[in-house]
């Protein structure tokens, strides 16, 4: 018998999607066939009644190919495995309200929040098709596990289509137009796992999990840049990215009021660098091996190797300069050494169990020349000192949060106010001047007679810009 086709069918561009009714029956004589588990799972339909409803409490319309699935099936029973769509669990109209509400709540506190999460990584197929986020308040998760979902998209980007289906969640950094609709993912399901290009695959255990023939050990998110190519139209595919306008709001002013705000943050430059270079003095980090730590109530963290390596005028570190930074995890395994000699290491127990030992005593150590928790709540007191003499009284993520970062976040020689810009008499932007890609701005508000720092935000292509903490 011929091995199973590994590449996937070429869905032809002008291929209309059938019926959703007609690819669910194809679905469900498959699974009859190949595993009765997936179609004993799949739940009836939802009454017609509770789209209208639903419909109102998301605010949004659903679209016509996802009502008539909801239709047919209201998604699978809550545990049961394997998956329906692509060996992810199809989910009911109440778990979509609910995902839709949970990603909503996600959204107003990114909004609320002083600090945007970094989304630099993220990646989009076809380019500038899908937002590059972790969630958006108008995905439709209409199926899904605790590794990401398959959803509707009805907040595309610029090169996107209303309703296309993409992947999302947990580990889903990069992004994948999947079909353009969920009447073409449905249909194009069919004919893979009809034609064996997708396959089920039962373990001894009776377990079933879905992958592509030819490389069963992985699952068929694997694939999803394949199928996505071999599904969408070839003009979808290939659009140039987009292009978007500098994001530079309001008019720049040169009065009084510019003065104010302009001598307003360069104060708070001033206090902020005393404040980063007094602490430093107290605990050098750089001179510990690390280019930041953090210290919140819950715990600590500590990364990186001092110095700005990223910068393109800072050399790469030398192996000896990495193998330097990591003090006294060295110095504790050059004792060993010098005590036993390699001989004696490798007779008292072997290598591996050495470098155990010797880089727990190191880490032991270092933790204690870092002397977590001794600083952090004087720290933590001088920051918000700071920020209460020049900040709104917004919620701060780092309001309890101790940060020491090296080279310094704040430098009066280099921060320089650059342009001061009114968005609305109440609203005033100050820029500084570029630090090589980087821009960053700071967002000023009346506050009681008064102007303040509300948010402070940065970019690398004067266009995108995230907030950052202050």
Sequence with gaps: MAAAPTAFLQRPDERTPA???????????????????VLKSLRPGVAEHAFCEIETVMQVTLPHDVKESLRIHDGQDRYSHPGAILGLRLK???????????????FRDEEASDVTASYEEYTSFPCDAIRCCY????????????????GIDLDPATNG??????????????????ALGWAQLLEDMADELERGTIVAIRDEEGSVNFSRAGNQEQGIWWYYRAWSEAKLPSVFQCAPPAEFAPDIPGLAIHDDR???????????????????RKWLEIRPIHK??????????????????????????SPMPTCEELIAAMGPIRESIDRAVSEHGIAGIMDAGGFSKFITQHLSAGFREH???????KYRKDGVADWNAIVGRYCTPRKREQRETFVQCYPLRYDPARDQVADVRQVTPEHIVVYLQPDGSRVTRFHLLR??????????????DHIHFRKVSV
């Excluded at 953090?294 to 005028?313: D, I, K, Q, V, Y």
Aim: hydrophobic residues 30%.
């Design 19 to 37: 019926p959703v009714a007609q690819s669910w029956q194809r679905l469900e004589d498959w699974y009859a066939a190949n595993v009765p588990e």
């Design 92 to 106: 009911s109209l109440s778990e979509i309200r609910n995902g839709v509400e949970v990603g909503r709540k996600d």
């Design 135 to 150: 969630g958006n308040p108008f995905w439709l998760p209409m199926a899904g596990d605790e590794g990401g979902s398959v």
């Design 161 to 178: 289509s209303q309703g296309q289906v993409i992947n999302f969640g947990n580990d889903q950094e990069n992004k994948f137009v999947l």
């Design 258 to 276: 510019a003065n104010e705000c302009r001598t307003l943050v360069e104060r708070f430059i001033l206090d902020m660098h005393a404040y980063e």
């Design 288 to 313: 510990l091996g690390k280019s930041c730590v953090s210290e919140s109530p819950t715990g600590h963290h500590a990364t990186g190797t001092p110095g700005n390596f990223n910068e393109p005028e």
């Design 367 to 373: 933790d204690e020349r870092m002397e977590w928790g």
């Design 447 to 460: 506050h009681e007679g008064r102007w303040l720092i509300d948010l402070k935000e940065e970019t690398t």
